[in-house]
C-alpha cells in the first residue's frame, strides 16, 4: 500500500515539475526562499492559533496553508482566477517569444486531432485486399485474352510452340566451303562445271538480299512513332474542326463565310489569269451553285426560320434586317435572269408565252397516266435535268414577282406566298397540259430556246464577272455568246407523237419503255435494253415448265388420265430385227390388253388404298360425349347429335402429306426410328437452329468422298504434339510481349491464399472469354 | 509492275546491268521450258466427226497412270484465271522459275457437281460465333469439292461413243460391223457361248466387271474369268438355279435352287444351304451393306447379312408372288414389282414400303434403276416402258409403247438402258450423262438365237451380257460402261492379296442395314421430333425455357434520360414492335391460306355459340 502511494505521489509529482519545468524563467523560484519559510509558517501557524483562543475567528474557511502564494513547486492551484485554466493560459503571462509559436502550433494540432478510428476488422481488411489483388491480377491477365481467343479458334494448335526460324541461308553461301572430295562428287562438279552452272558465285541481289532480311526492329519503330505522330496530328485538326462547328456565335460564322467568300473570289481571279480553262469550271460551278440556290428556294424567306422572322419583323429591327438581306441574297444568287430577259427578251421572251415547258412536263404526265411513272422518269433522266433548267426559271420569275410584292408590303405573311406559289405552279402545269394537247410538236422549239437561254445565261455570267476583272475576259465571253445554239433534230418526234396519243396501258410497260430510251437517248439506251433482254430471258423459262407444269397439273387431276396418256407415238424403231406395228395394230392390241385386265380394276384398287393409308395416318378425333349425362338414360340410348358435336374434341390437322399431289404415290410417313437413333437431336452449341448445324455436317469428311489431301485436311487433330517434348506454358517472349514488362503472376504467387473463390470465378471467366 | 519476264530470262531486271558483259548462266530448264506448255496448250488433232464408226475401245492394259500422255488431251484448266492471278512468275531463291506459278488453277465449273451445301436456302440470321462456324464449314466444302474437281484430271480415260454417218441409224449397225471396226483386244469382248443343253441362263458379272457367273435353268452354275475366259468353276447343282448372283467379292457365289439359297465358292465347293431363304425367284446383293435380298415365291422379301450369317429382317410384301426385284444403288433401297401395277419401295428398317407407286394398268414384268438413283425404268404387262423420276416425285418422265413389251431391263453405269424383248435386245442412250434415256429411236438393237432371259451390263467395259435360251452373248455397246475405275474400290486387276485387302477394309467399313432410307442424307439432318420433344420435356422440368428470348430491359441513360417515363415509353416502343411482327405475319399468313384455299374449308360440324369457351 505505502508503496503504491509512495509511487502515486511519485508521479504526481514528476507531472508537476514537468508542468512546473515548461516556463522556465519562472521568477519565483520555491527553493530560493524554503529556509525563512518555514519559520515564517510556524509563526503564522502560533498566531492563528492564539486567535483562535478568543473563539471568535473559529469558523474561518480552512485554507491551504502551504503554499502562500499562487504557484508552488508541485501543485497548480486555480485559487483566485475563477475559472478553469487551459494551457495557453498558462503561457500568457510570459513575454512573447518566437520560440513559442511553434509550440503554440504543436499544441493546436494536438488539440485538433481526432481520435483514431477503430481499425477494420479482419474479413473487411482481407476483403479489399482481395479485391484489389482481384483488379490488379484481372489486368494483368487481361492481355492474355486475345491470345486465348485466338488460340481457341485456331484450326490446329501446334505444341511445342515453335520459335522463329533461324533465316536461312541461302544455298551458296551453304556451299561456300565445300569441296567436292569423293569421285562422285567431283564428277558430278565436272558436269555441273562443264554445263557452266555456276556453284559458289551469289546469284541474289542485293535488293532481294533486303526482301530476305526483314525490316529491323528500329526501323519498325521509327516507322510506327511517326504513323503514331500522324495520327495524332490528325485527331488534334479533327477536335479542332468539331470545336470550330459547335460554335454557336452567329457573328463568328458571318465572319468566316465571308473570308472564305473573299478567298474564294481571290482564288478565282488569280486563277483566271494563270489557268483560263480552269477558271472557266470554276465558273460552270459557279453557276451550278446558282442553280441550286433557285432551286432549293434557300433564300425566298419561306423556311422555318424566315417565317419566324416574318412574325417578328414588324417589332424587331434586327430581324427585318435579317429577312433583307436572306432576299438579297436571293436576288443577287437569281439576277442573271433578269440579265438573259434582258438581252434576249425579243426573241426568248416571246417564245417562252406560248411554248413553255412542254415536252418535258408533258412527258411525265402521260407517263404518270401510262404506267410506272419512276421508271419512266429514270429512263428519260437527261429529258429531266433540262426540266431541271427550266422549272427553277419559272419558279424564279414567280419569285421575283413576289419578292417586289413583299417589299412594297414590308410584312409578307409566309403562308399567303406559298399558296400563291403552288396555285402558280398549278396553273403552269395545267397550261402546259393544255399546250401538249394542241400541240405537241413544239418540245422541239422549247427545247432549243432552253439551249438558247442556258448559253445566254452563261454568258451574262461571264459579263458580269468580266466587269469585276476590268473586261480582262470579253473576248472570252463575246466568243461564248456567239457560238451558234446547236440545233439537235430529235429523230423519234414522229414515234413519240403517237405514243403520247395512245397512252399505253401497264401490261406493255416495257416496251413503250424501250421506245421512250430509244427516242430519248441513244446513249443511255444500253440499261433498258439490258432490262427487257433479262426480261425475256426470264419470260423464256417462264414459258418453257408452262406447257410442263399444265401437264403436270392435268395429270394430277386424275390418276386415270395419267396412266392412260397416250404415249408418243413412234413410226418405227428403225431397227431391221425389230417388228413394226402400225397404228391399228396397236389400237387392236390396246383394245387386247383391256379385255384381259377387265376384271382388276388396278387403279380404283390403288386410290382406295391410299385413301386407307391416309386415313390411317390421320390423328384421331376424341369424342367426349357421357351417354346419359343431362339426359334420359339406359340402355341402347344414343346421346343426341347435337350433344355429339359439342363434345368431339376435334385433333389438330398435322402437316400436309408429302404425297398430296401425286396421285400414283403413296409415301410412308411413318418415322423410321432405326434411322432416327443414328441422326442428331441435340442442338450443340453456338447455333439457334437445326438448319445451321445441318449445313455444317453436310460436307462428308472421309476418305470415300474426298481426296487424300481434303481428308487429311478435314480430319486433322486439332491440337498436335511432339512426342518426347516438354510443353512449356506460354510467354511473354512467345507472343511477342516484352519480357521487361512487371511478372503478370507475381501478385497471385505472393498472395495464392488472398483470392477468394468469387473472384477466382471471375479470373476463370476472364480467361474462357 | 515490271515487264513480264522472258521465258529464257531469270535474273532479275536490276541485275541485268551489271551482268551485261557476261553470258548468261544457262538452266537445265530453259530451253525445254516453253516446249511442254505449248504442247500442253494445243489440243490433239482435230478429229473428224465424218468417220463413219468410232469405236473406243474402252482400256488397254495399261493403267491410267502410265497413260499420262492423254491428260494433255483433256483441256480441263481454264488458262485464263491463271494469268490473270500471277501476271509476274514468283523466284525463288535459287533464281529458278516457277513455270506453273500460283496455286493450281480451280475448276469452278466442274467443282460445282462435288457441292453439298445448298446456298440457295437461306439460313436465319445466325449468332457471330454460329456465323463463323457456318463460314468455316462453307470453306471446307469449298476447298474439298475443288480438289475433287481438280483430280478428275487423273481420269485418263474417255468413254467410247457410236456415230452415225448423216442420216445413218445407229441401230442399224450390227455387231459384226463393230467387232470388224474395233481392235482385237476390245473384239475379243465380243463372244457367244452356246449353251443348249442346260436352258435359259441367268447372269450376273461382279462388281469389278472381271468375272462372270451363270446358271442355266436346268441347274448349270459356272463362274469364270470372261476376260480371259479362263473357267473358275463348272458344276451342276441338279436342281432348277432360279438367279444366280456374287456376293461381294468374286470368291463367293448365291445361287437360288429350286428349294433352298445355296453358296458356293469360286471352286464350286458349296459353303452354306441357307433353308430359311426358300423357293427364292430373286437375288440382289447390296454391297455395301453386305446385304443380300432375296425375293420369294412365298413373298417374304429377307435380307441376309452375309458378314454375320444372320438374316436381318424378312419383310412380308403381302402381294403375292414376288418375281421383280432390283436395287437401287443410289440409296440400297429393294425395288419390288407386283402383279398389280405397282412397285414398292423397301428398307430392312421398316415394316412396310417406304412408297408404293402405280406404275402399269396390268403386272410389273421387269424394272431397273440407273446407277446415280435418279430414274427408274419399268415395264409391264401393258407392254409399256416408263421412266420414273425417283427424286422425291416419282412421276413418269417418259413412256413408249414396245410391241412385245419388255421381260428384262437393265441400266448401264453411263445411263444407257436395255430392254429384252423376246430374242430382241434393244438399248437406247440419253443425250448425255445425266439424262434419262431417250425412247425415242434404240441406239443399238441385236438379235439373239434364244429368248432372253437375264440381262446385265458389265462394270467398267462397253459388254452387255445377255443370258437367254441358247447360252451367253457378250455384246459390245460402246459409250455403256464407266471409263474410269476406282483402283481403291473396284480394281479390275487386283492381285489375290488385294482382294483380301479390300475385303478386309470393306468389312470394316461395312453400313449398318438400319440406316438404308429413301434418302440417304437424310442422316445428315437433325432428328427435330425428337429435339422438340427433349426441349419440351425440358422446360416441363425446369418450369422456364432457358432458351427462351430474355424480356426488353431498357438500357440505362444517363443525363436523366433513363427517367421512369422514358424507360416505359421505350418498353413499350419494343413491345409495339413486336406485336406488329406478329399481326403481320399472321395476316400474311391469312392471305397465303386464302390462297391456298380459295374453297371454303368442309367443316364437318357447324359452329356453335359455345365454341368460344372451347379455347
Same mark, same amino acid.
Given at each position: ?769 | ?27 537445265? /530448264? ?195 474369268? /470372261? ?389
Amino acid at each position: 500500500m505505502s508503496a503504491t502511494s509512495a509511487n502515486s505521489s511519485l508521479l504526481t509529482l514528476n507531472q508537476s515539475e514537468e508542468l512546473v519545468d515548461l516556463p522556465k524563467d519562472y521568477p519565483l523560484s520555491a527553493s530560493e526562499d524554503e529556509g525563512d519559510g518555514d519559520g515564517e509558517r510556524k509563526h503564522q501557524k502560533l498566531l492563528e492559533a492564539i486567535s483562535s483562543l478568543d473563539g471568535k475567528n473559529r469558523w474561518k474557511v480552512a485554507e491551504r496553508s502551504e503554499a502562500s502564494l499562487k504557484v508552488s513547486e508541485f501543485n497548480v492551484s486555480s485559487e483566485g482566477t475563477r475559472e478553469k485554466l487551459g494551457l495557453s493560459d498558462l503561457l500568457q503571462p510570459i513575454k512573447t517569444s518566437p520560440s513559442l509559436a511553434t509550440v503554440k502550433k504543436q499544441l493546436n494540432r494536438v488539440k485538433s486531432k481526432k481520435t483514431v478510428e477503430l481499425p477494420l476488422n479482419k474479413e473487411e481488411v482481407a476483403r479489399i485486399h482481395r479485391e484489389v489483388a482481384f483488379n490488379k491480377t484481372s489486368q494483368a491477365l487481361s492481355k492474355w485474352d486475345p491470345i486465348v481467343v485466338k488460340n481457341r479458334n485456331a484450326e490446329q494448335l501446334v505444341f511445342p510452340l515453335e520459335k522463329e526460324q533461324a533465316a536461312f541461308a541461302p544455298l551458296e553461301h551453304m556451299l561456300g566451303g565445300w569441296k567436292a572430295r569423293t569421285p562422285l562428287e567431283q564428277e558430278i562438279f565436272n558436269v555441273l562445271n562443264k554445263n557452266k552452272q555456276p556453284v559458289t558465285d551469289p546469284l541474289l541481289t542485293p535488293v532481294e538480299k533486303a526482301a530476305l532480311r526483314a525490316m529491323s526492329l528500329e526501323e519498325a519503330k521509327m516507322r510506327r512513332a511517326e504513323l503514331q505522330r500522324a495520327r495524332a496530328l490528325q485527331s488534334y485538326y479533327e477536335a479542332k474542326a468539331r470545336r470550330e462547328k459547335k460554335i454557336k456565335s452567329k457573328k463568328y460564322h458571318k465572319i468566316v463565310k465571308k473570308g472564305k467568300a473573299k478567298k474564294a473570289l481571290k482564288d478565282f481571279e488569280t486563277l483566271q489569269k494563270v489557268n483560263p480553262t480552269a477558271a472557266l469550271e470554276e465558273l460552270e460551278k459557279m453557276e451550278k451553285a446558282r442553280m441550286l440556290e433557285r432551286m432549293s428556294l434557300k433564300h425566298q424567306n419561306s423556311g422555318k426560320w424566315a417565317k419566324s422572322k416574318a412574325i417578328m419583323a414588324k417589332y424587331d429591327l434586327e430581324a427585318r434586317q435579317a429577312m433583307q438581306e436572306q432576299l438579297a441574297k436571293n436576288k443577287e444568287l437569281t439576277q442573271k435572269l433578269q440579265a438573259v430577259s434582258e438581252s434576249e427578251e425579243e426573241e426568248g421572251g416571246v417564245e417562252e408565252d406560248g411554248l413553255l415547258i412542254p415536252d418535258v412536263v408533258n412527258e411525265v404526265q402521260v407517263n404518270a397516266n401510262g404506267s410506272n411513272p419512276w421508271m419512266l422518269r429514270r429512263c428519260t433522266s437527261d429529258v429531266n435535268e433540262m426540266k431541271i433548267q427550266k422549272d427553277p426559271e419559272q419558279l424564279s420569275k414567280s419569285m421575283a414577282y413576289e419578292d417586289s410584292e413583299s417589299e412594297e408590303e414590308k410584312s409578307p405573311v409566309a403562308e399567303e406566298t406559298l399558296l400563291r406559289e403552288i396555285e402558280k405552279k398549278r396553273s403552269l402545269r395545267e397550261r402546259s397540259k393544255l399546250n401538249q394537247d394542241s400541240k405537241p410538236v413544239g418540245s422541239q422549239e422549247a427545247q432549243d430556246a432552253n439551249s438558247q437561254e442556258v448559253l445566254s445565261e452563261l454568258r451574262a455570267l461571264s459579263q458580269k464577272l468580266n466587269k469585276k476583272t476590268h473586261q480582262t475576259q470579253k473576248p472570252k465571253g463575246s466568243s461564248l455568246g456567239t457560238a451558234p445554239p446547236v440545233q439537235t433534230e430529235e429523230p423519234s418526234l414522229e414515234e413519240e407523237e403517237p405514243l403520247l396519243l395512245q397512252k399505253p396501258q401497264r401490261a406493255t410497260t416495257l416496251e413503250d419503255l424501250e421506245e421512250l430510251s430509244k427516242e430519248g437517248h441513244s446513249g443511255n439506251t444500253e440499261l433498258p435494253r439490258r432490262a427487257k433482254q433479262e426480261q425475256q430471258a426470264e419470260k423464256k423459262p417462264d414459258d418453257q415448265p408452262d406447257a410442263p407444269k399444265k401437264n403436270r397439273k392435268s395429270q394430277m387431276i386424275s390418276l386415270q388420265n395419267l396412266l392412260t396418256t397416250k404415249p408418243p407415238s413412234v413410226k418405227s424403231l428403225a431397227a431391221p430385227t425389230t417388228m413394226e406395228l402400225e397404228d391399228e395394230d396397236e389400237s387392236y392390241q390396246k383394245q387386247m390388253i383391256k379385255e384381259a385386265f377387265a376384271g382388276d380394276d388396278v387403279i380404283r384398287d390403288f386410290l382406295k388404298e391410299k385413301r386407307e393409308a391416309v386415313e390411317a395416318c390421320k390423328p384421331k378425333d376424341v369424342d367426349l360425349t357421357l351417354p346419359g349425362w343431362g339426359e334420359w338414360g339406359g340402355v341402347g340410348l344414343q346421346p343426341n347429335a347435337k350433344k355429339r358435336r359439342r363434345f368431339l374434341m376435334k385433333a389438330p390437322e398435322g402437316p400436309p402429306r408429302k404425297d398430296q399431289n401425286l396421285p400414283n404415290v403413296i409415301i410412308n410417313e411413318k418415322r423410321n426410328i432405326h434411322t432416327a437413333a443414328h441422326q442428331v437431336h441435340v442442338l450443340p452449341y453456338p447455333f439457334t437452329h437445326h438448319h445451321q448445324f445441318e449445313r455444317t455436317i453436310q460436307t462428308p469428311i472421309g476418305s470415300t468422298w474426298n481426296t487424300q489431301r481434303a481428308f487429311q485436311k478435314l480430319t486433322a487433330p486439332k491440337v498436335i504434339t511432339k512426342p518426347g517434348h516438354i510443353i512449356k506454358p506460354i510467354k511473354n517472349e512467345d507472343v511477342g510481349y516484352r519480357s521487361s514488362s512487371r511478372s503478370d503472376l507475381s501478385m497471385v504467387q505472393r498472395h495464392p491464399t488472398q483470392l477468394s473463390i468469387r473472384h477466382k470465378k471471375q479470373l476463370k471467366k476472364h480467361s474462357v472469354n | 509492275m515490271e515487264t513480264a519476264p522472258k521465258p529464257g530470262g531469270d535474273a532479275p531486271p536490276k541485275k541485268n546491268k551489271l551482268r551485261a558483259k557476261r553470258k548468261k548462266p544457262r538452266r537445265y /530448264w530453259e530451253e525445254e521450258e516453253t516446249a511442254p506448255t505449248a504442247a500442253g496448250a494445243s489440243l490433239g488433232p482435230p478429229r473428224s466427226k465424218k468417220r463413219k464408226q468410232e469405236f473406243r475401245p474402252q482400256r488397254p492394259k495399261n493403267t491410267y497412270i502410265q497413260n499420262k500422255s492423254r491428260v494433255s488431251k483433256k483441256p480441263q484448266i481454264p488458262k485464263k484465271p491463271r494469268e490473270r492471278r500471277n501476271p509476274e512468275p514468283q523466284r525463288t531463291l535459287s533464281g529458278a522459275q516457277d513455270p506453273f506459278p500460283g496455286p493450281a488453277p480451280a475448276p469452278v465449273e466442274a467443282a460445282r457437281k462435288f457441292r453439298r451445301i445448298d446456298k440457295s436456302k437461306k439460313l436465319l440470321h445466325s449468332k457471330s460465333k454460329a456465323r463463323s462456324r457456318l463460314e468455316a464449314a462453307e470453306a471446307e466444302e469449298e476447298e474439298a469439292s475443288l480438289r475433287a474437281a481438280r483430280s478428275e484430271l487423273l481420269l485418263a480415260e474417255e468413254p467410247g461413243f457410236l456415230e452415225g454417218e448423216d442420216g445413218e441409224d445407229t441401230a442399224k449397225i450390227r455387231q459384226t460391223d463393230i467387232v470388224e471396226a474395233v481392235d482385237i483386244a476390245s473384239a475379243a469382248k465380243h463372244f457367244d457361248l452356246n449353251l443348249r443343253q442346260f436352258g435359259p441362263y441367268r447372269l450376273n458379272y461382279s462388281r469389278t466387271g472381271r468375272h462372270l457367273a451363270l446358271g442355266g435353268r436346268r441347274g448349270h452354275v459356272a463362274a469364270l474369268d /470372261w476376260v480371259t475366259k479362263k473357267l473358275m468353276c463348272e458344276i451342276n447343282v441338279m436342281e432348277a438355279v432360279r438367279d444366280i448372283r456374287f456376293l461381294h467379292s468374286e470368291a463367293l457365289l448365291a445361287v437360288a435352287q429350286n428349294r433352298w439359297l445355296h453358296i458356293y465358292d469360286n471352286q464350286g465347293i458349296e459353303l452354306h444351304c441357307i433353308r430359311r431363304c426358300d423357293r427364292i425367284t430373286q437375288l440382289e446383293f447390296l454391297p455395301f451393306h453386305f446385304l443380300l435380298a432375296t425375293a420369294s415365291e412365298t413373298g417374304f422379301l429377307t435380307y441376309l447379312d452375309v458378314s454375320v450369317g444372320k438374316i436381318v429382317t424378312a419383310l412380308n410384301a403381302r402381294a403375292g408372288r414376288l418375281d421383280v426385284m432390283t436395287q437401287n444403288p443410289y440409296n440400297a433401297i429393294i425395288h419390288l414389282g407386283h402383279s398389280n401395277g405397282t412397285v414398292s419401295l423397301w428398307s430392312p428398317a421398316m415394316k412396310e414400303p417406304l412408297a408404293k407407286i402405280l406404275c402399269h394398268r396390268g403386272g410389273v414384268r421387269a424394272m431397273a434403276v440407273d446407277s446415280t438413283g435418279t430414274y427408274m425404268a419399268t415395264s409391264g404387262l401393258d407392254h409399256q416402258l416408263k421412266i420414273f423420276d425417283l427424286r422425291g416425285t416419282f412421276q413418269p418422265l417418259s413412256s413408249r409403247t414396245l410391241p412385245q413389251g419388255a421381260g428384262h431391263l437393265a441400266f448401264s453405269q453411263r445411263g444407257l438402258l436395255a430392254a429384252g424383248m423376246g430374242d430382241v435386245v434393244n438399248i437406247w442412250s440419253g443425250q448425255g450423262k445425266g439424262s434419262p434415256p431417250s425412247l425415242e429411236k434404240p441406239y443399238l438393237t441385236h438379235r439373239l438365237s434364244g429368248h432372253v432371259h437375264g440381262l446385265q451390263f458389265c462394270p467398267f467395259e462397253d459388254v452387255l451380257g445377255v443370258g437367254h435360251n441358247g447360252g451367253i452373248t457378250s455384246m459390245l455397246v460402246p459409250g455403256a460402261a464407266e471409263p474410269n475405275f476406282d483402283g481403291l474400290e473396284n480394281n479390275p486387276y487386283r492381285s489375290r492379296k488385294q482382294r483380301q485387302e479390300w475385303e478386309v477394309k470393306a468389312l470394316l467399313e461395312k453400313v449398318p442395314a438400319e440406316l438404308i432410307c429413301l434418302d440417304p442424307r437424310a442422316l445428315a439432318e437433325v432428328d427435330v421430333i425428337t429435339l422438340e420433344q427433349e426441349k419440351k420435356e425440358r422446360i416441363e422440368r425446369l418450369g422456364y425455357d432457358p432458351e427462351a428470348k430474355a424480356p426488353f430491359h431498357p438500357k440505362p441513360k444517363q443525363k436523366g434520360r433513363s427517367s421512369t417515363a422514358s424507360l416505359v415509353k421505350r418498353k413499350r416502343k419494343v413491345m409495339d414492335e413486336e406485336h406488329r411482327d406478329k399481326v403481320r405475319q399472321s395476316l400474311k399468313q391469312k392471305q397465303q391460306q386464302k390462297e391456298d384455299g380459295k374453297k371454303p374449308k368442309p367443316t364437318g360440324t357447324r359452329s356453335s355459340a359455345l365454341d368460344r369457351f372451347m379455347h
